[in-house]
C-alpha cells in the first residue's frame, strides 16, 4: 500500500517544494527518497495524503476511461460498439461549420488511405481529424487527415476538398468519423460509411455525370433529348447533382429514375452556404462558385470509380458527339487502343447558339412545341473559333487513373491527357451565343448531330408520351 501511494506523494510533496530535489537524485533514488519521506510522516499527515491520492487517482482513472473510450491518437483501443449516428445526407456539416463531408472513400491505388470528398474554408480550418471504427469488436483509431483544397477554388472561401486519412495498419474499417478538433468528443458524432470498400454494383461502359442543377431548372425538351443522345451513345448510368428544378422537371427525373438510367443525388449545399451561380469569386462574391459544382464532380469520379469503365463530366446541355465512330464505345476502343495509358481525354466544346435556327426547320415537331426548353435538333450553326482564346473542354475519363477533378481537366491523376482532334469527336454545346454580335453568314452549318436524327426523335417523342407531357 506504501509503494502505490508513494508516487501520489510527488504532488504534495511538491506543494512542500521538496519536490525538485529529490528529482536531482534520478528516478530511482527519487521515488526511494519519497517512499522514505512517506514513512517518516505521522500517521494523521499519511491518512491525509492518502485520502487525497485515492480521490487524485480514482478521477484520473475515470478521465481516463471515459476519454479514451472515445478517442485514441494513432493508437487503437477496445470500445463495445461503433458510437455516432450513420450519415445518409449527401453533405453533412461539422460542429465549426466551416467543413461539409460529401463521403469517404476507400483508396489503395497507392497509400491505403480513406479520401474524403469535403467542402472546407481554405483559411479557418487548419485541422482534422478522422476516426475509425472496426466492424466487428469496436476498436478505433485516430489519424490526423492531410488537408488538401483542390488548386481551382477560383478566390471562393470556401473549395473542394480531399481529406487524406491514413488508416489502421492491422484491420480494414467500415466506418469513419470526421472530428474538426480533438476536443470535440460530444457524442454522437456522424458516422460514414466508406464506400468503395468492396468495390461493387452493376459495372457499365459509360456513366455520365452532370454538374449540379440549380434554380428551379425547366429545360424539359432539352434534358429528354440529352437523355435520350446519351443512351443511344452508350451510357448505361448518367448521375444527376440536383438542388432545384421545376415540378415538371422533378417529373422527368422520376420517370428515367424508374427507367434505372438515372441517378439523382440530392445537393442541398444552400442550405449550408451562400452558393453563387457564377465560376469566379470576383463575379459573385459568395462563398462557393457554381454550386459547389467541381465538389460534386470529384464525388462523382470516386462514386462511380468501380462502377464504370469510363466516366464523361459535363453539362446537361452538353454531348460528347462522336464523328469518325457511330458510339463512345467504338470511339474509345479506338483511342485506348491509340493511347492505352492514358486517364483523360478532351474534347473541345462548340457552341452553336440557341437563337440560330436552321431555315428549312425540319425538326419543328409539333407535338414538342409545347414542352418547354430547346429542340437541339433546329440548332445546327456552330461558332467559330474565338482565336487566339482556346475552346474549352470536356472529357471523358478512366476514373481509376484519376485523382482531383476540376471542370476542364484533371488536376492529378495516374496517365496523360489526350487531345481527341474533331474529326474524331467534338462536345456539342447547344446553349446562349459567347459571340453574339457575330453575323448568321459567319456561323458553320455542322449538322453532325442530324445523323442520328431518326433514332432520337423517336425516342424522345415515345418518352415524352409516357411521361404524359
Known sequence: MESFLAPCCLLVLDQYEVWDPFWLLGPSKAFGEILKTFKEMSGTKRKLIAIVCIAIFTSIATYSYLYNGKFSFMLGMKNSLCQGIPVNDTITPLRDNRTFIIAPYFDNRKDRMTRVIAIVHHKEVKELYCRFCHPSNGETHISKAEIHVLSERFEFPYGATHLHCPQPEHWDPHYVTIQWSLKDNTE???????????????????????????????????????????????????????????????????????????????????????????????????????????????????????????????????????????????????????????????????????????????????????????????????????????????????????????????????????????????????????????????????????????????????????IAL
Open 188 to 466: 454522437p458524432l456522424p458516422l460514414f460509411e466508406i464506400r468503395n470498400r468492396e468495390p461493387g454494383g452493376s459495372l457499365v461502359e459509360f456513366t455520365v455525370c452532370i454538374s449540379p442543377m440549380f434554380g428551379e431548372y425547366n429545360n424539359v425538351l432539352q434534358l429528354v433529348q440529352s437523355m435520350e443522345m446519351y443512351k443511344i451513345l452508350g451510357a448505361g448510368r448518367v448521375v444527376i447533382y440536383k438542388n432545384s428544378c421545376s415540378p415538371l422537371m422533378e417529373k422527368v427525373l422520376d420517370f428515367y429514375v424508374a427507367e434505372g438510367i438515372v441517378e439523382v443525388i440530392p445537393w442541398p449545399i444552400d442550405s449550408y452556404l451562400r452558393v453563387s451561380s457564377y465560376w469566379h469569386h470576383s463575379m459573385d462574391p459568395k462563398d462557393i462558385g457554381y454550386y459547389g459544382q467541381i465538389t460534386a464532380l470529384n464525388d462523382c469520379v470516386y462514386r462511380n470509380m468501380y462502377r464504370s469503365r469510363y466516366v464523361l463530366l459535363n453539362d446537361i446541355d452538353e454531348i460528347i458527339l462522336p464523328i469518325k465512330y457511330p458510339d463512345w464505345k467504338n470511339m474509345m476502343h479506338y483511342l485506348k487502343g491509340q493511347y492505352p495509358t492514358a486517364a483523360v481525354f478532351f474534347f473541345e466544346s462548340h457552341v452553336f447558339p440557341e437563337h440560330v435556327f436552321t431555315p428549312d426547320d425540319p425538326f419543328n415537331i409539333s407535338s414538342w412545341r409545347k414542352i418547354p426548353g430547346t429542340n437541339i435538333l433546329q440548332h445546327v450553326f456552330r461558332e467559330p473559333d474565338k482565336n487566339p482564346v482556346e475552346n474549352p473542354r470536356k472529357m471523358i475519363i478512366d476514373p481509376r487513373k484519376v485523382i482531383q477533378q476540376s471542370v476542364h481537366k484533371a488536376l492529378q491523376a495516374y496517365g496523360g491527357n489526350v487531345f481527341v482532334p474533331m474529326n474524331v469527336g467534338f462536345l456539342f454545346h447547344c446553349r446562349a451565343a459567347k459571340q453574339p454580335q457575330l453575323p448568321r453568314e459567319s456561323l458553320i452549318r455542322d449538322i453532325s448531330l442530324w445523323r442520328y436524327n431518326a433514332s432520337l426523335v423517336g425516342n424522345v417523342s415515345k418518352v415524352l408520351h409516357q
